[in-house]
């Protein structure tokens, strides 16, 4: 229980009590809604582990990959550009 303490009122025991319910609550959403989550997600749609690469990328292979990608999303960019100027 809450002890008097010189100069601190009742209402700081209220407002604390107020502040564990409202976490309490979020807690309980919280849970509530992930719960949700797990009965959408079927274990079925986890990716195989067994199939994935052995082999991992180095940095400098990662950084090729990832620079291929910006490249082919650029120029994906110009192609849908000329696209629409083709339409008008």
């Given at each position: 229980m809450l002890e008097a303490v010189p100069g601190q009122t009742r209402a700081v025991g209220n407002v604390s009590a107020g502040r564990r319910i409202a976490h309490l609550v979020l807690g309980a959403w919280a849970a509530a809604a992930l719960s949700g989550c797990s009965e959408t997600m079927s274990l079925?749609?986890?990716?195989?582990?067994?199939?994935?690469?052995?082999?991992?990328?180095?940095?400098?292979?990662?950084?090729?990959?990832?620079?291929e990608m910006i490249a082919k999303g650029q120029s994906h960019q110009t192609e849908a550009a000329k696209e629409i100027e083709k339409s008008r």
């Open positions: 079925a749609q986890l990716p195989d582990v067994t199939k994935l690469p052995q082999k991992l990328l180095s940095k400098d292979e990662q950084q090729g990959k990832v620079n």
